[in-house]
């Protein structure tokens, strides 16, 4: 028999603390809080747990505030393969009214007018020529770019015979790319990169970092338009979807808070597992297809966007046994679907080329073509390079002591100290070996 009691360990609550949503959400009485310093621990237990209760669980966010978490795949499949029924507009949220202005998850749902809370056709304009625009990358170049940054970055420590991977490394290339991809002269790159490091943090810089890119993004517009060059920017400029300024600036900024996080925690997780795990170290010598199998590895059981938020039900309806309103907010469960043991019984399978995971999203809200295929290349070459530059590199301490950010949005470690033999750094001429 299925025991729906909460699960044990977790702090469940009699109910919201408000009491006019408790009284809207009654299904919410005793409900797990997802939130709390405990909470993000161990993840993959909680989904466990809570699975127990079924593959659609109410649980409260910070401030007790309700919603619903989704943890079964064919749900998570079925919620985002039908945008006409769960909606992205954060504005449909029944108690979007009461947010508080400084929720912490306000940077989920405080609307924009971007592509992430655009819908239905005014949707296909804005994700189609992001679309156009990341696919007129040239791959080839994409590879020697991100060779550079790489190789640049590993110079900084390569003569130190130690590093953090996570701070030094992999947490500086995503945006390092995607400022190139836009054009950006070198010499403006590392103040961005330090502005979309703050603008992504919960310090009081946040502000103030993301108004200094909104002024850069709009400033880049402006120059795009006296001077068109081979970059995204011009691109979108030039494209029949006739986008205006204001729309190509915020979704500029978009594509490079969404590259940075997930980019970064993708390419950090890799080499974790490549450096805990024996079964990659022992494959890590062999060469580049192991680099590529423990990236596909870490999308289904470390994947960098666990959770997301998420749709909104358009009108009332059932899902997994719930009854659910209009308005109500789904937390889509990306980790959870992608250990849902209904899909894969006890085990992955071969999940090192499976690629059925949900660590993208699906259908029109997903990360959209071909962001996954660029994201792919940047976290690849990331890994190549470092293994390539640094073949003896090892942890510097013991597995059991990386420690993961305590979040649930967010799959990244803290730090990843590593030590290696100390190397010089590649003289500019050498640069070009791998063609860059
Ligand atoms: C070059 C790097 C990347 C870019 C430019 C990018 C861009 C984007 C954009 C623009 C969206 C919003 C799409 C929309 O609302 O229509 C999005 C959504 C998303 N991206 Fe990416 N992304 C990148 C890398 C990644 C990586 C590495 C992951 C995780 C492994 C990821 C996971 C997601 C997820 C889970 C969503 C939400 C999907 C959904 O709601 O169904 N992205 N991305």
Excluded at 87 to 101: E, F, S, T, V
Excluded at 163 to 168: F, G, M, N, R, V
Aim: net charge negative; glycine share 8%; charged share 20%.
């Amino acid at each position: 028999m299925t025991d729906l009691s909460p699960p044990e360990h977790y702090p469940s609550t009699g109910h919201s603390a408000d009491p006019v949503l408790a009284a809207g959400y009654p299904e919410h009485a005793d409900a797990v809080r997802l939130y709390g310093p405990a909470i993000a621990e161990d993840p993959g237990t909680l989904y466990q747990q809570l699975r127990r209760q079924g593959s659609v669980v109410p649980v409260l966010l910070d401030g007790d505030l309700p919603a619903w978490f989704v943890l079964g795949y064919r749900e998570v499949h079925h919620i985002t393969a039908n945008p006409q029924w769960f909606g992205r507009d954060c504005r449909r949220w029944n108690i979007y009214d009461r947010l508080p202005a400084d929720w912490p998850l306000m940077p989920y749902v405080g609307w924009t007018p971007s592509v992430m809370y655009a819908e239905g056709g005014e949707h296909q304009r804005r994700a189609g020529a992001i679309g156009d625009a990341l696919d007129a990358v040239n791959r080839i170049d994409l590879i020697a770019t991100c060779e550079q940054v790489a190789d640049r970055l590993i110079d900084a420590f390569a003569g130190d015979g130690r590093a953090d991977l996570i701070t030094q490394y992999a947490y500086q290339i995503p945006a390092r790319i995607v400022a190139r991809l836009y054009g950006l002269p070198d010499g403006d790159i590392s103040a961005l990169v330090q502005d979309v490091f703050d603008s992504l943090d919960v310090g009081d810089n946040a502000v103030t970092a993301h108004q200094r890119l909104h002024a850069r993004m709009a400033q880049l517009v402006a120059d795009r338009h006296a001077r068109p060059g081979p970059d995204v920017p011009s691109v979108l400029l030039a494209h029949p979807a006739r986008l205006s300024d204001d729309e190509i600036v915020i979704d500029l900024l978009v594509m490079m808070a969404a590259a940075q996080a997930p980019t970064s925690n993708w390419i950090g997780n890799t080499l974790r597992l490549m450096l805990v795990d024996d079964e990659f170290s022992v494959t890590l010598q062999g060469g580049r297809s192991s680099a590529a199998q423990a990236l596909n590895e870490v999308l289904w059981k470390d994947t960098p966007t666990q959770n997301f938020i998420g749709r909104w039900a358009v009108q009332d309806c059932n899902l997994g046994g719930r009854r659910i309103r209009k308005g109500d907010l789904l937390v889509l469960g990306f980790s959870a679907a992608n250990t849902d043991p209904n899909v894969q019984p006890g085990t992955h399978g071969d999940s090192s080329t499976n690629r059925a995971h949900m660590s993208f999203g699906h259908g029109e809200h997903g990360c959209p073509f071909p962001a996954p295929e660029l994201a792919e290349i940047i976290a690849r070459t990331a890994v190549e390079v470092l293994l390539d530059r640094l073949p003896d590199v090892t942890l510097a301490v013991a597995a059991k002591d990386l420690r993961w950010r305590p979040s649930l949005w967010m799959r990244g470690l803290f730090g990843l100290p590593v030590v290696f033999t100390p190397t010089l750094p590649l003289v500019p001429a050498a640069a070009g070996r791998r063609g860059a």
